[in-house]
């Protein structure tokens, strides 16, 4: 799979993981000490989420220090915490007065489902994410909050595949940029826009032995809910969402930010199928952390782009843990 470098790509942003492999759980942290401003897009039915509401236009707070995805649950919401730490420990924060504040929103998804459901991500864990944040590529995979992240779940955890991070960034012009970061947890199948297959997803129950490839390794979990017409869907309610960030260096307001985080949902979209179910909490976050002067409606159509990239990423970089195969058995990276 060719190259799309990473959201680090973008000037001044650092990312840092932590993990834990045992437990099959983990957090990213995007930080942005000197202050990014920030929109947000949250379509799916099934959120959980953290200084999310003050993100919006006409709210007090422009700018935040930090973004953290993470698995855990509602559980792992507590991982924001140590990036609170870490952020106030080195003078970064709105300033209040008394006080420099960090503004540290987060977005979660369960995966308790998976390696240990009594260690989730914590304060300290998302810590050590802040002491790993590099702004050197970003590793992808099984790290992070892709450490237990699964694709394709109608069928059950069973019949579902590993996923992971993911990472994308597209130079529009020279210096220009627009870069991405999901972790992919989605209820349903993951295609690849370019051929409209299922590249990971449900997985026909007669291929459980089996590695992933062709078209009859998939249930396809849009003829699945074809065939439940009329029922509740009632299992893994809990088990699923993608959520991630978008960041560009151009220079936006609140309202265009928020524009782009909206546009960018298009990439998740092209290739999540279904996409925004009450069984998903789908949540993208949006950053303007520089001074290139550029369209609101370039940056979301490219916001799109990396997005939509840092999916298939996430899910080709995935390697295969507790029982779960991964699509790269049977895909090219």
Not at 135 to 164: C, F, R
Not at 178 to 192: E, L, Q
Not at 243 to 264: C, D, F, H, P, S
Request: hydrophobic share 45%; charged share 15%; glycine share 12%.
């Amino acid at each position: 799979m060719k190259s799309e470098g990473s959201i680090t790509d973008i000037p001044g942003l650092r990312v840092g993981h932590a993990q834990d492999m045992e437990a099959l759980t983990g957090c990213t942290v995007i930080l942005c000490e000197a202050g990014a401003v920030v929109g947000l897009d949250q379509r799916g039915g099934a959120p959980g989420t953290r200084e999310t509401e003050l993100l919006h236009p006409m709210h007090l707070i422009e700018k935040v220090h930090a973004v953290v995805l993470a698995g855990g649950s509602a559980f792992g919401l507590d991982s924001a915490s140590g990036v609170v730490r870490y952020l106030e420990e080195h003078g970064a924060g709105f300033d209040a007065g008394v006080a420099h504040v960090p503004i540290v929103p987060a977005a979660i998804f369960f995966d308790l489902g998976i390696g240990r459901a009594d260690v989730r991500p914590d304060a300290a864990m998302g810590y050590q994410a802040c002491l790993n944040a590099s702004s050197d590529p970003t590793a992808e995979g099984n790290v992070g909050a892709g450490a237990g992240a699964s694709v394709g779940k109608i069928l059950g955890m069973g019949q579902a595949m590993k996923a992971g991070i993911g990472t994308a960034s597209r130079e529009i012009v020279p210096g220009l940029w627009v870069g991405a970061i999901v972790t992919v947890n989605a209820f349903g199948d993951i295609i690849d826009p370019a051929t409209a297959r299922i590249i990971a997803g449900a997985r026909a129950p007669q291929a459980s032995d089996a590695p992933p490839g062709g078209a009859e390794t998939y249930a396809d979990t849009l003829a699945v809910m074809q065939k439940l017409a009329g029922s509740q869907l009632s299992f893994g309610r809990q088990e699923n969402t993608v959520i991630g960030v978008v960041a560009t260096n151009a220079r936006l307001n609140k309202e265009q930010v928020n524009k782009v985080a909206q546009m960018a949902h298009d990439g998740l979209a092209r290739t999540v199928r279904p996409a925004h179910t009450m069984l998903d909490g789908d949540t993208i976050f949006a950053l303007s952390y520089g001074e290139f002067e550029a369209d609101v409606n370039i940056i979301g159509a490219y916001a799109a782009e990396v997005f939509a990239q840092a999916i298939l990423r996430g899910v080709l970089k995935a390697q295969t843990v507790a029982g779960l195969p991964a699509a790269h058995l049977n895909h090219r990276k």
